[in-house]
């Protein structure tokens, strides 16, 4: 990855946004494709894979991205699926002794900083994310070091030594009130590592000069989606109202009705009055979407297309990497475990702490 200069968000008209993106991608055409399993195949491996669960008192949690299939048996077998904050949430409280975490390997890893006493295993460990990876420590450090009046605020999506490193750790959930709670009592801000929520957030308490500084990271699937396309769309569909993920560009927040978290943004199709929905995120949430509001249509919001940085628009190559398949393997044979280091999870648990305290005093 490149030096710190190459990760501080310059001006955008300027073209000098430089997180590694060609690396990102020699990263994604590494990832094998997966096999579509035959329905057979798949119904043999769920069965084998709840006997598993049982026999090894063995918790499935899985994040609104994953495949269908996974949720589906999340759900089933009273496991979990939520974003990342509820399912280590749910991770610390559930009596499991083992927890099966289907997500991308932060989740595993706040899981186990969250449960340092539980086995943490994961389908595989190959999963990432553009933002962790964007965010290396070494580099993040030292730019900390070079800003030391800011406060470190770091977004879930970041390694257990970037986490162990901030003040606090915010979920998109509650990025805008922590950063208000602190900008209030005087304090400047390092945010990292997604530069669009840091936009978003900038823009909703209108921080000025220095107040926040931003990281140059982004998710390669939020920063598909286009607003000429999806002006387009709105016109098609005059009656749906847009849910977007804060991760997505700012133009795409400025255009939507609700801004929001995974979890927001199910509760907001619940809970408005409009039938139709066009949604800026990942696609796997639509299976919550349709769980939770059945009579409702869900309509993808469009991406760039054929030549974006993702390999498949709207859906993270990384979550899909997580399958039945290896889901069942890691089970059996008791791998992909995940380790932190337990001095580097109990720094790492002091700004999760804060956030988790705050969420719940506020
Ligand atoms: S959808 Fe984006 S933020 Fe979420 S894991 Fe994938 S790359 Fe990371």
């Given amino acids: 990855m490149s030096n710190v200069e190459n990760h501080i968000l310059k001006d955008d008209s300027k073209n000098e946004l430089i997180t590694d993106r060609v690396f990102v991608r020699e990263y994604l055409d590494k990832i094998p494709l997966n096999r579509q399993l035959s329905d057979q195949e798949n119904a043999d491996h769920e069965s084998k894979i709840i006997a598993l669960l049982i026999e090894k008192n063995t918790a499935l949690i899985a994040h609104y991205y994953t495949d269908p299939l996974l949720q589906a048996l999340a759900d089933k077998t009273d496991g979990c699926v939520a974003d990342s904050l509820e399912m280590a949430r749910f991770g610390s409280t559930t009596s499991a002794s083992s927890l099966m975490v289907c997500g991308v390997k932060f989740m595993g890893e706040t899981a186990k900083i969250l449960s340092p006493d539980k086995t943490v295993l994961m389908p595989t460990l190959e999963a990432t994310c553009s933002l962790d990876i964007g965010c290396p420590i070494e580099t993040f450090s030292a730019y900390c070091d070079q800003h030391s009046d800011h406060k470190v605020v770091v977004y879930a999506n970041t390694s257990a030594e970037v986490k162990a490193r901030a003040d606090w750790v915010v979920t998109s959930a509650i990025a805008v009130a922590v950063v208000e709670h602190l900008l209030d009592q005087g304090e400047k801000i390092i945010w990292a590592p997604d530069k669009h929520l840091g936009r978003y957030i900038q823009n909703k308490l209108g921080a000025v000069g220095d107040d926040i500084l931003l990281w140059d990271g982004a998710c390669i699937v939020h920063e598909e989606f286009k607003l000429k396309a999806l002006e387009d769309m709105k016109h098609l569909y005059p009656d749906a109202a847009v849910l977007a993920h804060p991760e997505s560009p700012l133009a795409i927040l400025n255009a939507a009705d609700t801004v929001g978290s995974t979890t927001q943004i199910i509760n907001a199709a619940v809970r408005r009055p409009e039938q139709k929905f066009i949604v ?72 999760l702490q804060r956030m988790l305290d705050f969420k719940l005093i506020n």
Wanted: glycine letters at 8%.
């Fill in 280 to 351: 800026a995120t990942d696609s796997g949430i639509f299976y919550k979407l349709q769980q939770a509001a059945p009579e409702k249509e869900f309509i993808m919001a469009p991406t760039s297309g054929e030549g974006a940085t993702c390999r498949s628009c709207a859906q993270c190559p990384w979550m899909g990497m997580n399958t039945l398949q290896n889901l069942y393997e890691s089970l059996l044979e008791g791998s992909n475990e995940i380790h932190v280091d337990p001095k580097l999870g109990e720094q790492a648990m002091m700004p």
